[in-house]
């Protein structure tokens, strides 16, 4: 197609002279735009060769290393009308935990595939907005540093390293057994790598578009609440601020439901007798499996000599750091005189004998738990007169008759760095000779060494840690755990009662 002739007076003569002007130098020109080619060509050449030293030149340091097919999650070829659910995981390992057990409820309850995002261990991502908590998660992807756990000892990483050890990924399927779980549940699951949400979707041969996604957008991270019956509502002094009603929600007609947190053990609002049915199971199917750190555990058990007591006392960050003396000392409270059977006069003397601090104490008040005692079990064997643990005691015994209760192997689960030389532990060190800690058991945890995740090349031993505390505490003849903790709570709901085949606690 030829360009429009131009209408202006004289163009016709300007096109002329400037045709004659450009005729001598056509052969410059062709000559100065090949080499501009030549130019571009040779840069672009050696961009991609200088990346490909850059990703590569780790390569003949690197060890071989199994990538098995069956540690990657298996696709199910789904059909083109199928209905999914997406949400947005962060924080901890519980708080993504109770995030995966709302999420399958709730995908169970709408009948839409859920998209399960890999649990992050480690370094989390706190929560912000959706829209920022969407960014995070696509940046914290490790896409593109496949050559980071290359670099050998020795040699300094590069920048886009830095950090890259802090944190890592694993499935689900990892820890708990959620193929059998999704089974038991008629729900079906897609585990997400972590990548961006869409490009994994796009990797999966899901197509969908933004006008057929429904969004909750969340600006804080009590905002949307779910309710199984419509004529229910959320007290006004509930801390949600919206109720979406689950049965108007599983009308929606877009493919994909993306929310954005799910976290909060109350985030469901459950009436109906089938809808908690459904999430005692999630629930009770939560409890770790790993075959690797089952048999850690065991053997752990085993040496404390497969009766002890445990207790779990977080005291590391935020609220339990500021409460940890009271803290400390309600759980002490608690193992002498309900677990130990000491009376008041006796527990008070004693703390007065052996607390760090110089004051007088009346009895901490302790609250009743009224979820466990909604749910109760069958009554425990009762404790032997004398303990015999594989592994030696950190203080002589108790030798009067009153005391030798409390030679009872102590198994304690906690966030501190160094317990046995914290001064919250210092009663507890005093009371009980045979108390322990998972640092105790180095020798046995070597087991774990090989555990290397196939996904990013980096150890998983020291991620696996809070993990096996729990398992070890959730075999111990009576548990205490710190209020408020969500580790706390799950082992003493779930994982202890498990162990014993009880029916396992709800709350929410």
């Not at 601020?241 to 929310?259: G, N, V």
């Not at 738990?369 to 425990?380: E, I, N, W």
């Amino acid at each position: 197609m030829h360009a429009p002739y131009s209408t202006r007076p004289g163009s016709s003569i300007s096109q002329s002279i400037m045709s004659t002007k450009r005729a001598p130098s056509h052969s410059q020109n062709n000559k100065l735009a090949i080499l501009i080619a030549v130019l571009a060509f040779a840069s672009v050449t050696c961009f991609f060769f200088a990346h490909h030293l850059f990703t590569a030149r780790f390569a003949p340091y690197a060890q071989p290393y199994p990538h098995p097919a069956d540690a990657l999650p298996k696709s199910i070829p789904l059909a083109s009308d199928t209905k999914y659910l997406s949400y947005y995981p962060h924080s901890g390992l519980h708080n993504q935990r109770i995030a995966l057990e709302n999420a399958i409820v709730l995908a169970q309850q709408l009948n839409r595939t859920l998209l399960v995002p890999f649990l992050r261990l480690g370094k989390p991502i706190r929560y912000v907005s959706f829209e920022k908590l969407g960014r995070f998660l696509a940046l914290g992807s490790k896409t593109g540093l496949e050559h980071c756990p290359l670099v050998p000892a020795g040699i300094p990483a590069p920048d886009e390293c830095s950090g890259y050890e802090e944190w890592t990924s694993i499935p689900w399927d990892h820890l708990i057994n959620l193929s059998a779980m999704g089974e038991n549940m008629g729900v079906k699951m897609i585990q997400w790598d972590g990548s961006p949400i869409a490009q994994y979707m796009k990797k999966s041969h899901i197509n969908i578009f933004e006008a057929d996604t429904l969004t909750l957008q969340d600006s804080g991270p009590y905002d949307f609440r779910f309710l199984d019956t419509l004529d229910d509502v959320s007290p006004t002094r509930d801390k949600y601020l919206y109720s979406i009603y689950i049965t108007k929600l599983a009308q929606a007609p877009e493919r994909l439901l993306q929310i954005g947190t799910l976290f909060g053990s109350s985030r469901l609002r459950l009436k109906q007798g089938v809808s908690k049915i459904v999430r005692r199971d999630v629930r009770s199917g939560m409890a770790f499996t790993n075959p690797h750190l089952s048999r850690v555990a065991d053997m752990i058990y085993e040496v404390l000599g497969a009766v002890y007591i445990g207790a779990h006392l977080r005291v590391g960050d935020g609220q339990f750091e500021q409460r940890s003396t009271d803290n400390a000392r309600t759980i002490w409270w608690k193992l002498m005189h309900l677990v130990c059977g000491l009376d008041l006069e006796e527990t008070l003397a004693l703390e007065q004998q052996f607390s760090p601090f110089d004051e007088d104490l009346d009895p901490p008040l302790i609250q009743p738990d009224v979820p466990s005692l909604r749910v109760p079990h069958p009554p425990l064997p009762p404790l032997p007169r004398t303990f015999k643990p594989k592994i030696r005691c950190r203080a002589p015994l108790h030798t009067s008759p009153p005391l030798q209760r409390l030679n009872i192997p102590l198994y304690v689960a906690t966030d501190s760095p160094n317990p046995a030389a914290d001064l919250l532990f210092s009663i507890y060190l005093q009371t009980f000779p045979c108390i322990f800690f998972l640092a105790d058991f180095s020798s046995r945890l070597t087991p774990l060494d090989a555990l290397i995740n196939p996904y990013d090349r980096v150890p998983l031993k020291g991620f696996l840690m809070p993990v096996l505390d729990a398992m070890v505490l959730a075999r111990a003849r009576e548990v205490v755990v710190t209020d408020g903790s969500t580790f706390g709570t799950f082992v003493k709901d779930v994982l202890w009662r498990r162990h014993w085949g009880f029916e396992i606690v709800q709350r929410g």
